[in-house]
């Protein structure tokens, strides 16, 4: 399994673009990018995910590098309620007997007025 | 729809005793994870099924077990609790064609 590094803490202004970064320079060709939050102690919540394109949602844009090494989740306009734990993982999709769904440590994103 | 729902949502156990949490997802969906989350620290997994009765270890296993006699139930089982398993436990599901996983609101476990 790919494993993935993130910066353990981020601060952003309410308002900004939050840029959180993620490496993953092992992943493998056939491994998508995934992207969850954590606010308080609930469980993951599901923000995005990608391949090697560039993907956008209602809630976040994923920006992959051309050669899938690192990727970045950008929130652009953070809000107070975005203020929690980022999880980036690498996983194969639908791989039967392989899918583990490993989180790594993540980034804790604060917001601030 | 319920989704993912973890029973109980909060205990308390002493030393030694045992215990079973109980995960159950009405999506229908193949795999099934538990995962553990100590203080200031990220979701470690514990055991993993993709399908009904299957099982796999995840990154760490000691001291518990599980079963899936269900498609819809995971079982994690804490034979002789241990305080070092006093945790925050996690339960998800995925759908082979679903892209997200779903996750339970967690189970408060401390053992004193």
């Known amino acids: 399994d790919a494993k993935t590094t993130q910066p353990p803490s981020m601060d952003c202004a309410e308002g900004r673009a939050a840029n959180l970064p993620c490496n993953h320079s092992t992943i493998s060709g056939n491994e998508y990018v995934y992207w969850y939050r954590q606010i308080h102690s609930q469980g993951p919540q599901y923000i995005i995910h990608?391949?090697?394109n560039n993907e956008t949602n209602e809630m976040a844009s994923l920006i992959i590098t051309e050669d899938r090494k690192s990727s970045t989740l950008i929130l652009p306009h953070a809000t107070l309620r975005d203020t929690a734990v980022y999880y980036c993982?690498?996983?194969?999709?639908?791989?039967?007997?392989?899918?583990?769904?490993?989180f790594g440590t993540g980034t804790r994103l604060q917001v601030f007025p | 729809n319920a989704g993912v729902t973890q029973t109980p949502k909060f205990r308390v156990l002493k030393t030694g005793q045992s215990m079973t949490l109980l995960c159950a997802q009405d999506m229908n969906h193949e795999y099934m994870y538990w995962y553990r989350q100590d203080p200031g620290m990220g979701l470690r997994l514990i055991h993993y099924s993709v399908g009904e009765g299957t099982t796999a270890k995840g990154e760490v296993p000691d001291g518990y077990n599980v079963s899936r006699l269900k498609k819809q139930n995971f079982l994690l089982g804490l034979e002789s609790a241990a305080p070092s398993q006093t945790s925050v436990y996690f339960c998800?599901?995925?759908?082979?064609?679903?892209?997200?996983?779903?996750f339970g609101q967690g189970t408060r476990l401390t053992v004193v």
């Open positions: 993982i690498v996983r194969v999709a639908w791989a039967y007997n392989t899918d583990k769904l490993i």
């Open positions: 998800a599901s995925v759908g082979r064609m679903n892209t997200e996983a779903f």
């Open positions: 990608g391949l090697k």
